[in-house]
Nanobody
Framework: QVQLVESGGGLVQAGGSLSLACQASGRTVSAYAMGWFRQAPGKERELVSAISKSGGRTVYADSVKGRFAISRDNAKNMVYLQMNSLKPEDTAVYYC??????????????????????WGQGTQVTVSS
């Protein structure tokens, strides 16, 4: 199994940028499709972005397209989420998650939380207006 630890969250003004990182250990991250989810207070956890095992396929929520970018470095066992042009509505706890089956191609498939066997503890992102 794999352990996931997120980092890089914090407080930023609207329009600013943050870069989140997810460090995997215990098993190579290349064995998993990876997703970044977020959960705001009182809301359901939603998929922000996901990336296939090889990195050749990425998907994004409509609300972050053009502003966020997901990437992975399998050699370093890392997955990243670059977040630009942040908005107050991006405020949430951000989680990375690992999907061992990795058979998804579309956003709807990647967005199913039940697909992901492993989750990190989350990192808080707060965007002030």
């Amino acid at each position: 199994q794999v352990q996931l630890v997120e980092s890089g969250g914090g407080l930023v003004q609207a329009g600013g940028s943050l870069s989140l990182a997810c460090q995997a250990s215990g098993r190579t991250v290349s064995a998993y499709a990876m997703g970044w989810f977020r959960q705001a207070p009182g809301k359901e956890r939603e998929l922000v972005s996901a990336i296939s095992k090889s990195g050749g396929r990425t998907v994004y929520a409509d609300s972050v397209k053009g502003r966020f970018a997901i990437s992975r470095d399998n050699a370093k066992n890392m997955v990243y989420l670059q977040m630009n042009s942040l908005k107050p509505e991006d405020t949430a706890v951000y989680y990375c998650a690992a999907d061992e089956s990795g058979f998804c191609t579309g956003y709807g498939c990647f967005a199913a939380r039940s697909r992901y066997e492993y989750w990190g503890q989350g990192t808080q992102v707060t965007v002030s207006s």
